[in-house]
Structure formats: structure tokens, C-alpha cells
């Protein structure tokens, strides 16, 4: 198979073996990568580096589009069944491709059991819900449990084994390593056929290591380029991208509540669709559209039980 | 560092990483068998559940998880020395230790202590674990004692207080790297904040600390002073929120009370006796007789009798009133059977006679 980098004008088996390094293994990566992000990561001066991304974006036509073509990409678009038909119907039929949906919630909301499920459901064929595709899991916390995944499976009736070998984890110990784990998915996702990129958490080690009112703005900035890489990568390969968000304490509640979502306006321009979860009764939760372009604000209550994620019961 | 790794390799992987074990069996169920080295553990509760834990843990922790390994535990102590007197209990470390069949003196070894007695020397200390940990590989158990106790305090404006809780993130962000990086067993302790009126109350050092912790378990003291503790499991990514009992072997001898209290034995007696018996006396009188013997029955004279609850002639007095009752209800009845059979007895002598 012909490489796709030297079918750019210019480009020599030198400067694509360069390119390959740092992460870009296809022409859509480079075109939907700022040019100072590949001076950065391949050591290239300014012009070389702004013509091979105008020459990328010239390939693939990325510049200008019309309405029609965009309708068209937005038919390409996919959705993955959470496990709940209600939760699904809530933001329209599902995950979607080409976008960035977050989940909100305090501790224990439930969160990571609705990552853990997408791992499972994302495998499915299209005609149940799935993606059919690989599953991309960067773990900030620890807490992505491959038991749990085989119990999940297992009560779908799915070969947990075989669930399990198509999900590549990712754990990640600072927000340095997150951002460079996040840069390799231009690599990974299109030679894996990655469909889902799920990262929980993608605040906590943002959180955690900048502290203090003189590194907000550095860390914002950091999280605005991170949050953007995933969204670029959702669009360039339509797939799925979901993030979990911490929740903080408001420092005025009479003004919004007690809680809310964590990493300030970066997060809340940069996520597609933001889903708040909250805990209700026993093992059933809420699930709150709070901001979305076109998603109504609307509330849904789902179960958590050995399947994952799904309906709760009509008695109830 | 491998950045990607296939979740079924992990999951045959962890299937047989070894486990470390809390010192009770009935802790380790909660776990489903025991703590895993890559998740953080968060413990709260007060003082008299956490401490003994804290030490059981570390006992326990000096087990070989493996043929040939001696492992080593780090522990960081949190707080105030003058409140707490103690940073840790070495004797009942020493007879915990000894209750697992080893030798304190040749074990306590293993156990490196650091003490934090301000927010600053907390912070400190984070690096000189670090820099322990790197060294010393044999590290399977961090435990951090009051991990955010330096930071929680109400001094200062509301800003100051806020910079503290980003100050504390920092921490234990920097500690869970670490241990995650190592795959060491992370746990901290901390105690409860009852400001928020909530049945169970959440452990304190702010929203964080809740989220960082892959495993949040409530602890708390079922009986005073005996060594049975109620484990109530609020958070993990496997495991279904759970509640269980669980009793630690202290060691040594107990020189306070083990027993329940008089008091309480007698209470719950005479609550069973009223449910039993007063509803089994029907007429006021005798149930009057009964209410009158529930006053008599106080504790200094049953403890004067050396009594160990209503003494067992009162229940077998109770047994025989309500016995008697049937038997009298039996003689009624036998003796309107033979005065009916005298009645016809007699009725037949007068038609004879006639």
C-alpha cells in the first residue's frame, strides 16, 4: 500500500519517516492540525510546515464547504446506543460521531459505568446500536475495570473475551502524558479503526497539578489545546469522543446549585454536548441535557445494574 | 512507560496480581478479596474505626504477597501531635504483628514512617516519599494518616481556605502518580464532615479528593469499645455499593470493657418479655401484676442480685402464670363437662325413681 504522506506535493520519504514520528500517519491529520503543532512536535520551520498543511487541506478539500457537503458529512455521522433506549432517544438517538459529548457528575454518579458500557455497546454492529469498531479508553483515575467490562458483555449476551481484545486502554499519569496520549490517537485511531475515544478522567491530573490562581491560565490553555485535539480527531475520522468531567463546589450556590462542572468556559465551548448525572433512588440515576446545539434541555432516568446502563424497569 | 495496552492482556493481567490483604477477612470480602495495587482507597470515619484499621493494614501489609519478597509499607502521618499524642500505636502494631505469627522487632523494620505536623510539611513530605519510593521498590502500601486534616481547618478568609483545598489536590495528585506509577497499593484516611446533613456523611477535603479516590468506604465503630466495625462501601468501578461487619484481631489484652454493658442486656430483655408476654395476658389484672414487676426490675437491683438479666425464676414465674392460665382454662372446662354429666346423671336417677 502506497503511503499516503508522500502523495503530498514536496514530501520525500525523509520528511514523511519525520512526520510518521511524531504522530501524523495521514493526510487528515495534518490537515486538521494547527501549524504551530507540527513545528512543535516535528521540529519543522514555519513555512514548510504551513505549506505541507495547506497542501493537506488542499487534498482533501477541507478549506471551504458547502451546505450540501456538510449534510452530506453529517450522514456519514454515526450513533452508539448507551444501553438505554430512553438515555438514547434523550440525545437523539444516541453518542454521536464528529462530536465531543461530556458527562458531568459528582462522585459515584455513575459516569464511568456509562463509559464502561459504551465499551461494550460501541462493538456492536450499526443495525444494534454499535459503531463497529475499536474502543480507545485513556484512564486518568484507574478506574477502568476490565472485570466489570466481562460482566457487562457477558449479560449482553456478547463474548466478553472478544469485547475485551477490542478495547485498547490508555493510563495515563499527568496532564503532560494525557496531552501526549491524546497527540498518538491521530496514530492509533485509524490503524486500530478506533470508533469510540472515551477519557475519564479529563480534568482530574489539570485539576490536580496546577495549582493556585497564577497557573489557571496556563492550565485552561493547556486543556483548551488538549480538548481541541480530541475534537479535531472526532471530526477528522468520525468517531465518537466521550469525556468525563468532575464536578466543583460553587462558590456562590444561591446562583446555580451547589455543584459544577469543573475547567471553567474552556470546557464548556469546547464539548459538543454536556450531559450532567446525578444520583436519584438506589441504582437509578438522572441524566440532564444541559447544553447542546440542537438537543433539548431534557431529563431521563436510567438504571445501573449488571448490564451496564439500561432501561429502568416499568414497575418502578 | 507502554502507553496502550490491550484490555484482555490487562485482564488476564490483574486476574493474578496478588492482592493485599486488610487484616480481616470480613474487609477483604467488601474488596472481593483483598485491595489491588492500582486503585486508591479512601477510608473515613472517626478516629476509634480508622486507627486500628490503619494499623491492621500495615500489619497485614508485611505478608509476602509473593514467594521470596519482603515488602516494605510507607506510612505518612497527617496531623496535629498534640491532639493525637500518638503517630502510631507501636504496641498494638507489635501485637498485631505477632498475631500473624512474625516477629515485631524484626518486622517494624519494614515500616517507614514521615510525620507532617503543618500544611507546608505535608507538602514536603510528598516529595520525600517520592524520592523514598524511587529507591525502594519494595514499597507495596502507601497509607496517608489525615490526609486532609493540615488542610481543612477554618483559619483564614474564604480565598485562603480555597487556595488550601487547591494546595491539598496538589498533594494528593502527586502521591496517587506515584503510586499509580508503581502500582502500589494507595491508602488515605480521613474523617468524616457532618456539616452537610446527609444520612451518611461525606468524608471530608473537598469534591476532589472524592473523585480522585477510586474507592470510598465508610467506616464506624458498630459496639464502643468492642473491635466490631461497619464497612459501608460508597464508590468503586467493579463493585456494587455495599455495607458488612467486619472485626479486626487487636492482639494483645484488652484492658477496657468487651462485654456489652447491663444496662443495655437488661433493656433489650425486658423490650423481648413486653412483646412476649404482655400480649399473652389477657385479663387487666394480671397484665397490671406484669407492669408493676417491669418497674421493680430496674438495673441496680438486678445488678445487685448479680443478675445477668431479669433472672431466670422471674421468666420461669412469667412461663407458670401463663401455663397456669391454660391449665385453669382446662379444669373450667373438665368441671363443666362433669357437672353437665352430673346433671344427667341425676335426670336419669329421677326418672327411675318415678
Not at chain 1, 477502568?144 to 473475551?161: C, K, M, N, T, V
Not at chain 2, 498494638?92 to 505536623?117: K, N
Amino acid at each position: 500500500m502506497a503511503d499516503p504522506l508522500t502523495e503530498i506535493k514536496g514530501v520525500g520519504d525523509v520528511t514523511a519517516e519525520k512526520l510518521r514520528k511524531a504522530g501524523f500517519t495521514t493526510i487528515v491529520a495534518l490537515a486538521v492540525t494547527p501549524v504551530r503543532d507540527i513545528m512543535e512536535r516535528t521540529g519543522l520551520e514555519y513555512k514548510p510546515a504551513l505549506s505541507l498543511v495547506e497542501k493537506a487541506r488542499e487534498m482533501i478539500t477541507v478549506n471551504y464547504t458547502t451546505g450540501q457537503e456538510l449534510w452530506e458529512k453529517r450522514r456519514k455521522m454515526l450513533r452508539c446506543t448507551t444501553g438505554s433506549s430512553k438515555l438514547d432517544a434523550t440525545l437523539g438517538g444516541g453518542i454521536e460521531t464528529q462530536a465531543m459529548t461530556e458527562l458531568i457528575g459528582e462522585y459515584g454518579a455513575g459516569k464511568t459505568q456509562l463509559c464502561l458500557t459504551l465499551c461494550a455497546t460501541a462493538q456492536q454492529p450499526g443495525e444494534k446500536g454499535g459503531l463497529e469498531g475499536t474502543v480507545l479508553f485513556v484512564d486518568s483515575e484507574g478506574t477502568f475495570s476490565p472485570d466489570r467490562i466481562y460482566g457487562i458483555a457477558e449479560a449482553r449476551g456478547l463474548d466478553p473475551q472478544q469485547v475485551l481484545s477490542n478495547i485498547i486502554i490508555a493510563r495515563v499519569y499527568t496532564s503532560d502524558h494525557q496531552m501526549f496520549i491524546g497527540e498518538n490517537l491521530y496514530k492509533v485511531c485509524p490503524q486500530e479503526n478506533v470508533k469510540l475515544v472515551i477519557v475519564d478522567s479529563i480534568i482530574s491530573h489539570f485539576r490536580g497539578e496546577y495549582v493556585g490562581r497564577e497557573s489557571l491560565a496556563e492550565r485552561q490553555q493547556k486543556l483548551n489545546k488538549h480538548l481541541h485535539n480530541l475534537l479535531r480527531l472526532a471530526e477528522a475520522y468520525n468517531l465518537a469522543v466521550v469525556v468525563t468531567n468532575q464536578v466543583q463546589a460553587n462558590p456562590t450556590p444561591w446562583a446555580g446549585g451547589m455543584d459544577r462542572p469543573a475547567g471553567g468556559h474552556v470546557m464548556a465551548h469546547a464539548c459538543t454536548h454536556r450531559i450532567m448525572i446525578q444520583k436519584s433512588k438506589k441504582n437509578t440515576r438522572k441524566a440532564r441535557v444541559i447544553d447542546s446545539p440542537y438537543l433539548p434541555e431534557d431529563e431521563v432516568k436510567f438504571a445501573i445494574t449488571v448490564k451496564g446502563i439500561e432501561d429502568i424497569e416499568e414497575q418502578e | 512507560m507502554q502507553s496502550f495496552v490491550n484490555a484482555l492482556e490487562e485482564f488476564q493481567k490483574r486476574k493474578v496480581t496478588a492482592r493485599l490483604k486488610t487484616g480481616s477477612s470480613g474487609l477483604d470480602d467488601v474488596f472481593g478479596g483483598g485491595l489491588e495495587p492500582r486503585l486508591f482507597y479512601l477510608f473515613y470515619g472517626n478516629d476509634e474505626s480508622i486507627d486500628p484499621l490503619i494499623h491492621g493494614l500495615l500489619a497485614s501489609s508485611l505478608r509476602p504477597l509473593e514467594e521470596d519478597c519482603e515488602t516494605q509499607a510507607l506510612y505518612l502521618n497527617c496531623g496535629n501531635y498534640r491532639e493525637e499524642k500518638t503517630i502510631l500505636d507501636t504496641q498494638l502494631l507489635g501485637s498485631m504483628i505477632e498475631r500473624l505469627d512474625m516477629d515485631p522487632l524484626r518486622e517494624l523494620d519494614r515500616i517507614h514512617v514521615f510525620c507532617a505536623f503543618s500544611d507546608e510539611q505535608q507538602e514536603d513530605i510528598v516529595g520525600k516519599a517520592q524520592a523514598f519510593l524511587e529507591d525502594n521498590p519494595e514499597v507495596k502500601l502507601i497509607v496517608v494518616h489525615h490526609v486532609a486534616k493540615l488542610f481543612t481547618r477554618m483559619q483564614g478568609d474564604l480565598i485562603e481556605r480555597l487556595e488550601r483545598i487547591q494546595r491539598l489536590q496538589n498533594v494528593i495528585a502527586k502521591l496517587w502518580q506515584t503510586a499509580a506509577q508503581r502500582n502500589v497499593v494507595f491508602v488515605a484516611s480521613c474523617r468524616p464532615n457532618f456539616s452537610f446533613r446527609t444520612k451518611i456523611p461525606e468524608p471530608e477535603g473537598g469534591r476532589y479528593l472524592r473523585h480522585l479516590a477510586s474507592a470510598i468506604i465508610h467506616v464506624r465503630m458498630v459496639k464502643k469499645n468492642q473491635p466490631f466495625f461497619s464497612a459501608h462501601l460508597l464508590k468503586h468501578p467493579s463493585i456494587e455499593s455495599r455495607k458488612a461487619v467486619y472485626t479486626l484481631n487487636l492482639g494483645g489484652e484488652n484492658l477496657g470493657r468487651i462485654t456489652t454493658p447491663f444496662n443495655i442486656v437488661l433493656r433489650k430483655e425486658i423490650n423481648r418479655l413486653k412483646e412476649n408476654y404482655q400480649k399473652a395476658l389477657k385479663e387487666p389484672s394480671r397484665r397490671e401484676a406484669f407492669n408493676s414487676l417491669l418497674q421493680v426490675w430496674s438495673s441496680e437491683r438486678a445488678a445487685m442480685n448479680n443478675a445477668e438479666v431479669p433472672t431466670a425464676l422471674d421468666v420461669m414465674l412469667l412461663t407458670a402464670v401463663v401455663d397456669n392460665r391454660r391449665l385453669i382454662q382446662d379444669l373450667f372446662s373438665r368441671m363443666d363437662a362433669i357437672q353437665s354429666d352430673l346433671k344427667e346423671i341425676k335426670r336419669l336417677l329421677d326418672e327411675r325413681s318415678e
